[in-house]
Every structure is written in structure tokens, then in C-alpha cells.
């Protein structure tokens, strides 16, 4: 099967063609995914996109791209990456922005996987009023869910390719030639926000400000909450089984 798992379209430029990928998938899902940093929604996003055929949009990496451009950054890119150095989540209104930018997504065909927003209540009702003007509806929102100690754990060994951008960890997920990635031969690095001062502080923001989301979508029919203790396929074989349960379309 074709990887689609190239986040290149979303991050490099709003408006970037997407690359139209054979087969069609069975049918297109329209996906959100929540969980604290660290409880994996990254490396389910790419296993995701891989079996569904769906585009992985992230709003982190897409602040991480413009982190590694060499391009002039903007006054709001600049404040953006304050904020993320801190741990802090980036002002509603500049994120907002930047996925009205490529909002084209939310009508492909393919589907869609949001990772990393909406974070905020603000956001959830500013994706709804997108979604509601092109006409589309969430399939679903997944929530992955694991104790703190164990967020911790994964989040100080994750690596990331600087490159491609996959995801790796030291112990349970160590690529095979150390500090390389297996992908691209990109080298591998910590991300400036796992460092612990960090980690406290992005876990503080997640219950204060992304667990509302939970209870916002739980009434609006959509969560779907799925325990991310234990390997990687496992956490995604759970997840296709509740997806492939899912009637088409019920709510946005
Ligand atoms: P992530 O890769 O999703 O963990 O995002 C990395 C960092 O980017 C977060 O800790 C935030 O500082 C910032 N960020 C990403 N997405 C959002 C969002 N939807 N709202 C606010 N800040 C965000």
C-alpha cells in the first residue's frame, strides 16, 4: 500500500496540491484526535493515515516546519514559537488562522486526520463553524488515554527525525541504527518542548485547556476514548475496530 503519511503537503504551504494517491479509500474518514502530549496520537496518526488513506494534519508540525524554515518568519510565527518554547499553547487566534489557511483539506475526498487541534474550546467551535460551511462532518473524535507517570516516560525518549519528521522512542519504538532515521536517513533529535521543564508545563495546559473537549464532544455524540497502554499496533488494531463499528457520519 502507498504511504500517505507525508506531512509535507499540509506543513510546507496552505495551499500546497495534494498529491492524489490510488485506491480510493472505502470510505473517507473525518477524524480528530486528542490525548495529553506523549500518549502516542502522532505515531497512531501515521499508522492511520497509512491503512485509511487519509492526510495526517498536525498543527504542531506545522509550527515545527516553520520553526526549521530558513524563510523570514512573521510577526505572529515569531510569537508562535515563544510560546511553544515554554510549553505554552500558541494564542487561539494565530492557530486558528493558520488551518483556515488550509481549510481546502477539510473537502478531500480522502478524508481527513486532525492532530493536535482543536486544543482549546474556542477552536472545537471555530473547526465546527469550518466544517459546517463546507458541509462536512466529524466521523469521530478519539481520545487516547494513559496515566501521567507513563506520559512522562514515553515523552523523555521520544526522538523525532528532523527530516521527515517520524517518531521514535529510545526503548519501545528505537530505530535501527541509532540516532538515524529508518525512513529517510535523517538524523534524529529531541524536540525542544520534551524537555522536562516543558513537559510539565504542556501536561498543566492540557488538562486546563484540552480536557474540556472531551466533555464538549462526549455530548456531541462524537468521542471515542481508547486506553493507549501497550505497543503501538495494538493501540491501533483497538482503534480500527471501534472505526470499522462506526456508521457513516453522525454529527459534527
Ligand atoms: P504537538 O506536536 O501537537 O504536541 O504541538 C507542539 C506545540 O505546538 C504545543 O505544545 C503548542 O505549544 C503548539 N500547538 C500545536 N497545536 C496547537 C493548538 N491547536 N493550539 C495551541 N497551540 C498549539
Redo the contacts with the bound molecule.
Keep these: 500500500m502507498t504511504s500517505i503519511s507525508n506531512k509535507a503537503a499540509w506543513v510546507d504551504e496552505p495551499q500546497q496540491p495534494c498529491v492524489k494517491y490510488m485506491p480510493f479509500p472505502k470510505r473517507p474518514y473525518r477524524l480528530v484526535l486528542l490525548g495529553a502530549?506523549g500518549v502516542g496520537?502522532?505515531t497512531q496518526a501515521d499508522l492511520l493515515c497509512q491503512e485509511l488513506l487519509t492526510c495526517h494534519l498536525?498543527?504542531?508540525?506545522?509550527?515545527?516546519a516553520i520553526k526549521d524554515s530558513d524563510r523570514e518568519k512573521t510577526a505572529a510565527q515569531k510569537e508562535?514559537l515563544a510560546?511553544?518554547k515554554?510549553?505554552?499553547?500558541?494564542?487561539?487566534e494565530?492557530?486558528i488562522d493558520m488551518?483556515r489557511e488550509r481549510s481546502d483539506c477539510f473537502v478531500c475526498e480522502y478524508g481527513f486526520i486532525l492532530?493536535?487541534?482543536?486544543?482549546?474550546l474556542p477552536?472545537a467551535a471555530a473547526l465546527r463553524t469550518m466544517l459546517g460551511e463546507v458541509d462536512v462532518a466529524l466521523d469521530a473524535v478519539i481520545t487516547y488515554e494513559l496515566p501521567k507517570e507513563v506520559i512522562v516516560d514515553r515523552l523523555s525518549g521520544r526522538r523525532m527525525c528532523s527530516n521527515c519528521r517520524t517518531n521514535y522512542h529510545i526503548e519501545y519504538k528505537p530505530p535501527l541504527q541509532d540516532g538515524v532515521c529508518d525512513r529517510c536517513a535523517g538524523p534524529l533529535v529531541q524536540?525542544e518542548?520534551d524537555r522536562p521543564e516543558?513537559v510539565v508545563v504542556?501536561l498543566e495546559?492540557y488538562q486546563e485547556?484540552t480536557e474540556p473537549l472531551i466533555q464538549y464532544y462526549r455530548k456531541a455524540g462524537l468521542l471515542m476514548q481508547i486506553s493507549a497502554m501497550g505497543d503501538p499496533q495494538s493501540v491501533f488494531r483497538k482503534t480500527m475496530g471501534m472505526l470499522e463499528r462506526l456508521p457513516s457520519v453522525v454529527g459534527s
Excluded at 492532530?115 to 482549546?120: A, E
Design positions: 502530549p496520537k502522532g498536525s498543527t504542531g508540525e506545522v509550527f515545527r508562535a510560546y511553544i515554554r510549553g505554552e499553547l500558541v494564542p487561539d494565530i492557530v488551518v492532530d493536535g487541534f482543536p486544543r482549546t477552536q524536540r518542548d516543558s504542556r495546559e485547556s
